[in-house]
């Protein structure tokens, strides 16, 4: 499989000019996954709901619209934050987008501020299946909880996609860590760029099973990050030859 990040620095609320970026990179290359950023359509410092709100859209909305047009036309899957407009009420939220359907990851756990903005997603945490492997999708903060990947690799993710808009600098070494402890392939797209005195790290990164950075990107510079890599690696849980990762878990021993 061929998959990749795209690490760009989205424009505050313009979403006609995030959207032309990213569909002259999907017309311009072949690949079977490709992981956007967090809020990639719109930016992420709102100073109110109202102004979010402004700009959130619902799963059949514009985004959404050329995302399955490209999947469709491309054959691939494309995986994007962006804020969920629902019954009033806006989610930190990732499409994921394949030829044949469409689903929606709602964050779970939210970040500072965006608690007074956004509603916290309630999962499930599922994998989804798409011609023979399987895509888990965590969004940005969720990557401090080490349940939620595990979760997802337990329930047989071969691939997590991360869409991110990281702020601090532990997320890109703490997925080294998630892919190890996980067996899985990991894809963190993460933005640059700073809105309204906040700074984005970058850093975006692929990252194998066995936790070797298969591509990286800078923290301050737009790169399309791409990789080949064999899913069927990820179902190998054997870390020696006397040991399994899944198989040797005493879960019995870890929870009062």
């Not at 337990?154 to 080294?176: C, R, S, W």
């Not at 692929?206 to 800078?218: C, F, N, Q, R, T």
């Not at 990050?225 to 878990?249: H, M, Q, V, Y």
Request: with cysteine; hydrophobic share 40%.
């Amino acid at each position: 499989m061929r998959v990749g990040f795209y690490q760009f620095a989205p424009k505050l609320g313009d979403k006609n000019h995030n959207l032309r970026k990213v569909a002259k990179i999907l017309e311009k290359n072949r690949l079977d996954l490709l992981v956007l950023p967090e809020l990639f359509n719109t930016g992420y410092v709102f100073e109110s709901f109202d102004e979010l709100y402004g700009v959130s859209e619902p799963i059949n909305g514009p985004t959404a619209r050329l995302l399955v047009r490209f999947a469709k036309d491309k054959n691939m899957v494309i995986v994007g934050g962006f804020a969920e407009r629902s019954l009033g009420r806006v989610y930190n939220s990732a499409l994921i987008v394949t030829p044949h359907n469409i689903h929606v990851y709602r964050k779970i756990h939210l970040f500072y501020k965006e608690k007074e903005l956004f509603v916290s997603g309630d999962g499930p945490l599922v994998p989804y299946e798409v011609d023979g492997w399987r895509l888990g999708v965590i969004i940005c903060f969720d990557w401090l909880f080490p349940e939620a990947c595990r979760t997802l690799a337990l329930k047989g993710a071969d691939v997590i996609a991360h869409p991110a808009n990281l702020v601090l600098p532990y997320a890109q070494n703490a997925m080294i860590t998630r892919a190890i402890e996980n067996g899985v392939y990991v894809i963190l797209a993460n933005r640059i760029g700073e809105e309204r005195g906040i700074r984005f790290t970058g850093g975006s990164e692929i990252i194998s099973p066995k936790g070797e950075i298969l591509v990286k990107a800078p923290e301050d510079k737009e790169m399309l990050g791409i990789a080949e890599i064999d899913p069927k690696l990820a179902r190998d849980k054997r870390f020696t030859p006397l040991n399994d990762i899944f198989e040797d878990r005493k879960p019995h021993l870890y929870f009062l």
